[in-house]
């Protein structure tokens, strides 16, 4: 009786309760012009200095080479480098010396500084992305250009039933044969299973029907769902999800049924509503009328349980069970007498299950119909993941990745050369000034020395 809902949205309750640590944003930029412009300027500063020292050393090599004529020339020459009979010789070999050892540590700094790089793909095939992701697989990244995407168009799940729901024991052929001839309150005592098989095996019928609808259902509206993710993820951990929220789905369908389920039977047995097959309750005469036979209704009793006391007695009969109802003979009945030939019908008239398909059963012999019933009588789920369809319709429009990049001389030579003006300035000062400092205390005369030798 709703005319409409109103929904009232407050973003910031949400955004304190996410409360994000951190935010990244990405964005393409280039470098300005006056960077290009200073770069360009240092790097030509840098080659005009170098490019003089080293025509200079060539031109006085040859020039050498040719007055000697001889090695030995070059060894003179070579010696003479590090004659330093001048002050100024000597600022120039400090200053050579300096502009090395600078041009040395900024080279070892510059290269084998750790340097994050971040490289990025444009609409990425899926072949690309398997590529990169055997590479990078901690840092690779792909938006998904949707971010809901529903399970049908990828995923695909076939419930697998227990052999029960599929056996001859739940078709209307072998419930005619065990009727028989009917009247089967005068061929079996009450404590007999075969007094109830009949409704037994109606209730089983009944809880396969149940259980497959339950379970179709449940299917059908989760494969319309959407599974929802911003990142494209990888094959190995989209398949650990959707196991994940398979296992989840089959536990919230197996509560579901099964609590409606005992609720039912909760309300049936704690009222004690007479059981159609006379199994809980019987008729005891009293005294006759004229008109007819007065009789009071009396609890049956299996073993020391009394059905007035409880509606989940039963008792074993013949490998399968006898109760107050036939659904609580049935759900306490092990699967053992289905697959003895002997126990389900020494006739011969309708098969035994196949034993051998217990090997690739999660359950064995004694396990109870209840245990089969509360896994909603399901063997196992196979699913088929198409991760093709799952990439297609995530559509990345791009990927991204980050490593460290070390070792990068390139870029650490074109550093140096712009820094090589520069350097070369700043360590002749600092030469003229070490030298200018030695000089000084070199000369400096000392008062002491002074008076001794007055």
Known sequence: MIDSWTSNILFSSYYNTCSPPSCTYEYISRNDLFFAISTILGI???????????????????????????????????????DCNTEQRIINRLHFVFLLLILWLVFIFFAFKPKSVTVQIIKPSLSNYKDFLKDHSYSLQCPCSQVSIPYETFLNIEPHFHDLCSSQFILDEWIHYIYGEGHLSYRFSSDDYRYSAPGQFLSLSSLCKLSQEKVNHTLSQFLKSYFINAQLLSE???????????????????????????????????????????????????????????????????????????????????????????????????????????????????????????????????????????????????????????????????????????????????????????????????????????????????????????
């Open 44 to 82: 030509f500063g840098g080659l005009s200095l170098g490019l003089k020292l080293l025509i200079l050393i060539i031109l006085r090599f040859i020039e050498n080479t040719i007055n000697n004529n001889s090695f030995n020339g070059f060894i003179t020459m070579i010696k003479r480098l590090f």
């Open 236 to 454: 190995n951990i989209l398949i650990e999800k959707i196991e994940i929220i398979l296992n989840r789905l089959q536990s919230t369908a197996s509560n579901s049924f099964l609590n409606n389920f005992n609720l039912v039977r909760e309300i049936i047995g704690s009222n004690m509503i007479m059981s159609g097959w006379i199994t809980n309750w019987e008729y005891v005469p009293e005294s006759t009328f004229s008109d007819g036979l007065l009789v009071h209704t009396a609890p049956v009793s299996y073993g020391e349980c009394n059905c007035g006391l409880s509606f989940k007695c039963t008792q074993s009969s013949g490998g399968m069970m006898s109760g107050c109802y036939p659904l609580e003979s049935i759900l306490q009945t092990k699967l053992y007498c289905f697959y003895d030939q002997n126990c389900i019908d020494s006739n011969g008239n309708f098969t035994r299950l196949n034993i051998s398909t217990l090997k690739k059963s999660q359950f064995d012999l004694n396990s109870t119909v209840q245990l089969i019933l509360n896994n909603l009588m399901i063997e196992e789920y196979k699913s088929d993941l198409s991760y093709e369809n799952y990439f297609n319709q995530c559509r990345p429009l791009s990927c991204s990745y980050s490593y460290i990049k070390t070792h990068d001389v390139t870029e650490t030579v074109i550093s140096l050369i712009s820094l090589y003006g520069g350097l070369v300035i700043i360590t002749h000062c600092l030469a003229i000034i070490f030298v200018k400092i030695y000089q000084h205390k070199k000369n400096q005369i000392n008062p002491e020395a002074l008076q001794q030798n007055i």
